[in-house]
């Protein structure tokens, strides 16, 4: 005689299947925000070490010619902020831009760009004929899609903070993303547009 009390149950219960529900909801709610919180600890770390590099080629690149990079031959006499977008980029990349690199030595070099054009790339340098240009690791849009260089023409080695009126930064070039959102202005360096703005000479 079979055992009457073997169940003959097979699968969940509608409660049960809500309960599991409940469950798997309630980890997503907590882990969606966490994972997007370290994507994005990610990405600025990419654009921190990024900024780091491009900051030591320019100090190479004077190590070896006594002189900073510039767009063009006329250098300004004060300091200046530059993008990573305009000729200067060329200069680091290897390129001999109006004389500027006449060995050309590569300063600074790093990993392709993505994208499939030059109006569309991100996260990397973009080497397109004798041009290099160099974007930070958003997808933008726009203006401040590179990363902005402050630079010691005056050749005193002390650099005006753009973010702190009267403070001096004892350096001969710093650089910084205008981050995800692409927008920067001068007040406080974390506060408004420039709260996720990433810097090389500070956290």
């Not at 299947?17 to 997007?36: F, H, K, R």
């Not at 994507?39 to 491009?54: D, G, I, P, S």
């Amino acid at each position: 005689m079979k055992n009457s009390r073997i169940s003959s149950r097979k699968g969940f219960t509608l409660v049960e299947l809500l309960v599991v529900i409940v469950i798997i909801v309630t980890l997503m709610a907590i882990l969606i925000p966490v994972v997007g919180k370290v994507r994005q600890n990610a990405v600025k770390l990419q654009a921190k070490n990024a900024l780091t590099t491009l900051v030591t080629s320019v100090d190479t690149y004077y190590s070896t010619y006594n002189i900073l990079p510039a767009n063009s031959r006329s250098a300004p006499s004060e300091d200046t902020e530059v993008e990573t977008t305009e000729p200067i980029m060329s200069v680091l990349a290897g390129i001999n831009v109006d004389g500027m690199n006449k060995k050309e030595q590569v300063f600074y070099s790093g990993e392709a760009a993505r994208g499939s054009s030059k109006n569309s790339a991100f996260n990397g340098l973009w080497l397109d004929n004798n041009t290099a240009e160099l974007y930070d690791p958003w997808r933008k849009k726009g203006n401040n899609r590179g990363y902005i260089l402050l630079l010691d023409y005056g050749y005193n080695e002390k650099l005006d903070d753009p973010f702190k009126p009267g403070r001096i930064i004892a350096r001969r070039a710093v650089g910084w993303s205008s981050g995800k959102d692409g927008e920067w202005n001068r007040s406080g360096a974390k506060a408004g547009a420039n709260k996720d703005n990433v810097y090389s000479w500070f956290n």
